[in-house]
């Protein structure tokens, strides 16, 4: 089911943004969706320029988006965990820090819930998106 894109976006998503039915999806939060994966819904408010970090913060997220200008971000509010090796080459992404561990390739580093991080030709920033109370990371 993922991942979920267009010609210049796209998703990959670990969580839940809402167990409501699809057909209803449009009303709730405003987006013409085509398929019936709740990960479509932060394609869609990424695309109309909002932040999933702030639009859906009772959802449950950890998502990684690659643009068409070769731009990659991941982020995670404090429902999800989310971890990150960087190496010689590039990055890698996982929701378990075991799996990063067993690569052996570089230690495996915890994000920051409400934190959107980008990675851009070995270099790593983020900026912090939102204010996350509880995380249960």
């Not at 009772?58 to 070769?70: Q, R």
Request: proline share 4%; with cysteine; glycine share 6%.
């Amino acid at each position: 089911n993922q991942p979920i894109a267009t010609k210049k976006i796209s998703i990959v998503h670990n969580g839940v943004i809402t167990q409501e039915p699809p057909d209803s999806w449009k009303g709730l939060y405003g987006y013409d969706c085509i398929t019936k994966n709740d990960s479509e819904l932060i394609l869609r408010s990424i695309i109309s320029g909002k932040s999933p970090l702030k639009q859906f913060q009772t959802a449950s997220i950890s998502a990684c988006e690659l643009h068409a200008d070769k731009s990659f971000y991941f982020y995670r509010n404090g429902k999800r965990p989310l971890y990150y090796a960087l190496y010689k080459d590039g990055i890698i992404i996982s929701s378990t820090k075991n799996i990063l561990e067993r690569s052996e390739l570089s230690a495996a580093m915890t994000t920051v819930a409400g934190f959107k991080y980008r990675f851009d030709k070995q270099h790593l920033t983020h900026n912090k998106e939102v204010h996350v109370e509880v995380d249960l990371q």
